[in-house]
């Protein structure tokens, strides 16, 4: 973007492992130089946030597609329809809010809803699975899209996530000490940011999607308010060190994990010989879980670092975060709400951000071209092969300056900040607009 650019407005939207809404933000990216980490400034400014509840039969749904069942295509290709109508109200509610109009946004940053993810499984390369349906999220609301983020990597046998680092490392990555950002969503994933070393982001394990579990089974309440709850109990040692022992906690990075891994069944197996544990000890345990697996991976990725902000809807759990402060006494454990960044508006949506930061820099590039494309593949630039005869459409406009060195996102382990992590592209046409979906 050129000095004297004008601002670029992105919208990110996000439904995370919680699933309890879809949560939006609307952002002015004023300089996207700075994305590449060169620069301490924060190079985006926060114009609108708008969130709106997961309808609970949809809801039930998306869990219900985490695992094998019935009519399955049929069943998550309607879900993600039901997604993206969600999706375009939250997107209306913030040009509402900011007094803005659709055509004045360059792009959508729309991650849709994981379903499985099993990077590297299998076959070797495995497979990650959203349900987003970019070309109809672009025609409902006019704005171009991009989408399917994590694909892309696994392919290139990454693990796809998490997606989080290349943001944190865009806003603290010019910090001239080392310090970790922790986020607490349904997942538990660290960014370490070290003087001198690659940036590394891992999940380090579960934080809210078991302890949401489990207070809604026992307490009727979608999550324990405060962690007010798992205060009343007592943390029972011998599950503790069961759960640690949990093989992924003591995998290597790269590494990410989700509900295919820690979900009620895997809770199940582990109370089979603590049946007797009253529920608020077993979420007091489940509390000091997530607090212990990340004090772990700290101490043992990073060690010098000595400085931790911690970001995500669980910060809100004052419980956790008082235990978390006393679990790791030689580190300042403190919000990212010090930087300006309102916690109201990173509940369940930390990855929303980093993905307008990734999105706005490779829209920029194009917004201007009167690119109007179905579907083209190219590969990295050292590449021989160049599959020029896929792209059928006269007004092609060459796109190599895209096509940058990328570290595969599944290690988050950069040997250069680049936010323009892509390397392959959908790209359609959205009904009387040139909208453009652009598929990671």
């Known amino acids: ?74 069943r998550a290709a309607l879900a993600a329809n039901a997604l993206m109508d969600l999706y375009a109200e939250v997107t209306e509610a913030l040009c509402r809010q900011a007094a803005v109009q659709p055509i004045q946004i360059a792009v959508i940053g729309a991650h849709g809803q994981t379903v499985r993810h099993r ?24 704005i171009a899209v991009a989408c399917d983020f994590r694909s892309r990597d696994v392919a290139a046998g990454g693990q796809g996530a998490p997606l989080v680092p290349a943001f944190h490392a865009a806003l603290w990555g010019a910090e001239a000490t080392g310090l970790a950002v922790l986020n607490l969503g349904g997942m538990a994933n660290l960014t370490l940011l070290q003087p001198g070393r690659n940036v590394v982001g891992f999940d380090c394990g579960p934080a ?16 324990d308010a405060g962690g007010a709850w798992a205060a ?127 999105t706005a820099v490779l829209f920029e590039q194009i917004v201007q071209q009167p690119v109007v494309l179905e579907t083209f593949y190219r590969d990295d630039l050292s590449a021989k092969r160049r599959p020029s005869s896929k792209v059928r459409e006269q007004r092609f406009h060459d796109v190599d300056i895209f096509l940058v060195d990328v570290t595969k996102l599944g290690s988050i382990v950069f040997h250069r900040l680049n936010v323009q992590l892509l390397r392959e592209f959908s790209v359609y046409r959205a009904m009387c607009t040139v909208g453009k979906i652009i598929n990671c």
Not at 19 to 38: F, H, K, N, S
Not at 307 to 322: A, I, K, P, S, Y
């Open 208 to 223: 809210n999607v078991l302890l949401d579990h489990w207070c809604v089974r026992h307490t009727g309440q979608p999550y």
């Open 119 to 142: 990077p590297q499984m299998f076959d070797g390369t495995g497979y990650t699975l959203q349900l987003v349906n970019g070309a109809l999220l672009a025609e409902r609301t006019g």
């Open 1 to 74: 973007m050129a000095a004297d650019s004008p601002p670029l407005l992105c919208i990110g939207l996000m439904s995370g492992t919680s699933l309890d809404a879809v949560d939006g933000c609307l952002l002015e990216m004023t300089d996207a130089a700075r994305m590449q980490g060169t620069d301490a400034a924060t190079p985006m400014r926060q114009l609108a946030f708008a969130s709106r509840s997961m309808p609970p039969a949809l809801r039930a749904e998306l869990l219900a597609l985490n695992t094998p069942g019935d009519n399955e295509l049929h």
């Open 232 to 358: 009343q109990g007592t943390v029972h040692a011998s599950l503790l060190q069961q759960l640690l022992a949990d093989p992924y906690i003591g995998q290597e990075p790269p590494k990410s994990t989700g509900r295919d891994h820690f979900c009620d069944e895997w809770l199940q197996r582990q109370l089979h010989a603590h049946t007797a544990l009253p529920p608020a000890d077993v979420q007091a345990t489940l509390t000091a879980f997530t607090v212990q697996a990340a004090a772990l991976h700290l101490r043992r990725h990073a060690p010098a670092v000595h400085r931790l902000l911690v970001c995500g809807g669980g910060v809100r759990n004052t419980h956790l975060m008082r235990d978390l402060a006393a679990a790791l006494p030689e580190m300042a454990v403190t919000s990212t709400s010090q930087f300006g960044i309102d916690q109201r508006t990173t509940d369940r949506t930390a990855a929303i951000d980093q993905q307008n930061a990734t």
